[in-house]
């Protein structure tokens, strides 16, 4: 799942959401890099995401909402 999905879906700002996401991967002993993407919006600029697993996004989810655990 994107950042910005789990953004939308949380109600979160992405900006806010790709914090969480690079706290929880180094955390995690992970490298972000390997979970980078990029998205481009309705005027053609380019922007960074994540792209995360289904166990890393329930993983972030859950921190978020207790109802979505």
């Known amino acids: 799942m994107s950042s910005r999905e789990i953004a939308e879906l949380t109600g979160k700002r992405h900006d806010h959401v790709m914090v969480d ?27 960074p995401e994540f792209l995360l697993p289904k166990d890393l996004t329930i993983t972030l989810v859950a921190g978020y909402n207790v109802k979505m655990r």
């Open 21 to 47: 996401i690079r706290k929880m991967l180094n955390e995690l002993g992970l490298h972000a890099p390997d979970f980078s993407g990029t998205y481009k919006n309705e005027r053609g600029n380019t922007y």
